[in-house]
């Protein structure tokens, strides 16, 4: 079994994934907006544009998401999408560039588990747990 998060936006989940590709390294390899989807005609025109569903391969797993329907948007909350790193620069890069114009909760640093760990909401409000534990 694998566990992929799945996001909901508000408007703005194309320049999220946009970003997310940008930060985390992966690659975007679908993303469909409800204008390309068959139920087009039944979806508000200025709706066309946002997106039904898209797909960011990270590797192993997957990152995915939507924006949600007009009047259907929650704010995230109750949890958070925790990245593990292997590298603890890699992690400080991925922390700072997910943090970009969004607000760090707990800055990355040395915790008694961890070389590094970090938490903060990005720019689109969604959390972020960034994990760099230490080697045996």
Known sequence: ?????????NGN????FKFYEHSLGGKIVMMMTHGDAPSAEHIPA??????????LD??????MGSDS???????PQGFYVQI????????ERIFHTLAENGK????????????RFGML???FGIPWMVNCQKTA
């Open 1 to 9: 079994m694998k566990l992929n998060p799945y996001l909901m936006f």
């Open 13 to 16: 989940c194309e320049a999220a």
């Open 46 to 55: 200025e709706w066309h544009d946002k997106i039904m569903h898209v797909c």
């Open 58 to 63: 990270l590797g192993d797993r997957l990152l």
């Open 69 to 75: 329907p007009p009047g259907y948007f929650e704010t």
């Open 84 to 91: 593990s790193i292997d590298e603890p620069a890699e992690a």
């Open 104 to 115: 760090v909760k707990m800055p990355i640093d040395q915790t008694f588990w961890s070389v």
């Open 121 to 123: 909401v990005d720019q």
